[in-house]
DNA sequence: CGCCGTTTTGAGCCTAGTCAATGTACGTGG
DNA sequence: CCACGTACATTGACTAGGCTCAAAACGGCG
């Protein structure tokens, strides 16, 4: 919107961030000095503990991000989809792990180039900061979510939150995770999910298509009511 | 640490932020431009939908920031403690409420003067990032525990983490919350908190005095091995 | 066609929640 | 000084929402 040209540091004030950047993401290989990537469904970008030399920004697909705990149990904390940055550290490892929910593609930055990047470009620095920023936010509803909500709510918070994101009429849209992922993310396990989401399609809130990762919201009203 | 002397944009490499900043929380009135603020027990500071106007540090005592259900059900997301920022949002109003849980202190940054401060000040900035990036990686955590840990596993988690950031030796403390504050956080009732704090008692892990906001830790193997 | 990964459905159980009462600390005013 | 009120914490009895275990259905693919 504003100018990117330059004449920057001291004076233009360079929209302070804070304000939501675009985020189109960049054309792989392109942009400040981002590698592109393709993965293949499942395949792993780091697990927890891992140095943290790269982070990176979703191209095309999906990727989770999760952490286990010893016995197994596994938390999502958040699904990333095209334009999201993840991946970013404040410490020298990886705290949590990452893998393409099908096939994805993604740009990995250097995490050691950051601090040059930032300085280079401010534009880039408020897209980062921004990102992350609302990466936080998410993270604080999704802590209500899962502290405070019924499964019934958490189902229909889910269902509409994916509806406003990969979805062009907020009606239609295919889920890109399976049952299992969703239960993860929401805390639940995935007979309750299975359950919950037969009981919405026969009150007629959605339509769930035998194929069965497709859902129709025929209610959205209703859904906003539940979610509480 | 570093030069706060000034010579800066291009050439310094101010430390690639992301590395952990010392933090040390400034003396009220000084500092780059923040305004002191004494705090009486249970003022709000702010409320989820207000203006964002500043953000905030904590020099001593202690917030709660939390969020509401419609219904009045609580998801209390973090504890600020001396030397924490917080309350500094992405968009243009607070995505949280905040409190004094006992009396406080704090210093307040004028939020729209971030992109003069970040331009002027470097290691201001750093600290900034990784303070946002360190509640992010809180947050994720915290999903982990509300999503998947027992209220045993909770307790124990949160009594050890209480122990690190507010106890010197790390086994004698004060809380400065209630019971339901905590049941808030945890995403579990009061009586369950109650109800799994005498029994870690009875077992011998904690000695709770009857005065009761007072925890000694007399066994911490055991309290880690059941944070799984 | 038959296998395998995934989803759905069912039956019974258990953890944590609900409702209710009692206990304890502390401050205030008679 | 003590009676009372309030706020907070503990304890008990019972309930229920979501989990576990188990089996069946479905769809994709070799």
Request: contains cysteine; negative net charge.
């Amino acid at each position: 919107m504003q100018a990117q040209t330059a004449t920057p540091t001291t004076k233009i004030a360079p929209i302070a961030f804070g304000l939501r950047a675009p985020m189109a993401p960049r054309t792989p290989g392109r942009g400040p000095v981002g590698t592109a990537m393709a993965l293949a469904k499942g395949e792993e970008l780091f697990a927890e503990g891992d140095e943290a030399e790269y982070f990176y920004q979703v191209v095309s697909g999906a990727i989770r991000s999760y952490k286990l705990l010893s016995d197994g149990r596994r938390q999502i904390d958040a699904f990333h989809l095209p334009g999201d940055f993840f991946g970013l550290e404040a410490g020298a490892e990886h705290r949590f792990s990452a893998e393409a929910l099908g096939n994805a593609s993604v740009v990995a930055y250097r995490r050691h180039r950051l601090g040059a990047l930032i300085e280079e470009d401010p534009a880039f620095r408020d897209r980062i900061m921004s990102a992350t920023l609302r990466s936080l936010e998410r993270a604080q509803d999704h802590m209500l979510l899962l502290g405070r909500k019924t499964a019934q709510e958490k189902l229909a918070s889910f269902l509409l939150d994916m509806a406003q994101r990969i979805s062009e009429d907020e009606e239609h849209f295919e889920l890109p995770m399976q049952r299992s992922d969703i239960a993860d993310h929401l805390g639940l396990t995935i007979e309750t999910v299975s359950r919950t989401l037969t009981q919405f399609a026969r009150s007629g809130l959605i339509e769930l298509l035998p194929a069965s990762r497709s859902i129709a919201i025929c209610n959205k009203m209703a859904l906003r009511n539940l979610d509480a």
